[in-house]
């Protein structure tokens, strides 16, 4: 059974940092690509970072380049996704997803031409002062 588990939101100020995680299991990460989405009240979920498999491409949306960084760690099954000098217009829940396909696939996003419907539950990122 696939599954996605995030952690690592908070309140912070503007100008602060987090680092979320992404714990997966059921499956191997090395062979499938991990997507970072976040979605704000009224709004619909957008892509914010992609690492694909083997050669560790990364993907970024143009609102977070330079400020977040995608890695992973396959021996630890865990995405991370570094977010620095964070801003209030960053507050949104933050979801991870895979392009691992199983029958329960129920929403599908589309980022950077990759397809993701396996989704963790989401963790809260708030930034204000």
């Known amino acids: 059974q696939v599954q996605l588990v995030e952690s690592g939101g908070g309140l912070v100020q503007p100008g602060g940092s987090l680092r979320l995680s992404c714990a997966a299991s059921g499956f191997v990460l090395d062979y499938y690509k991990i997507g970072w989405f976040r979605q704000a009240p009224g709004k619909e979920r957008e892509g914010v970072s992609v690492?694909?498999?083997?050669?560790?491409?990364?993907y970024y949306a143009d609102s977070v380049k330079g400020r977040f960084t995608i890695s992973r760690d396959n021996a630890k099954n865990t995405v991370y996704l570094q977010m620095n000098s964070l801003k209030p217009e960053d507050t949104a829940v933050y979801y991870c997803a895979t392009d691992h396909w199983t029958p329960g696939w129920a929403q599908v996003v589309v980022f950077e031409g990759f397809r993701f419907g396996s989704w963790g539950q989401g963790t809260q990122v708030t930034v204000s002062s």
């Open positions: 690492i694909s498999t083997s050669n560790n491409s990364t």
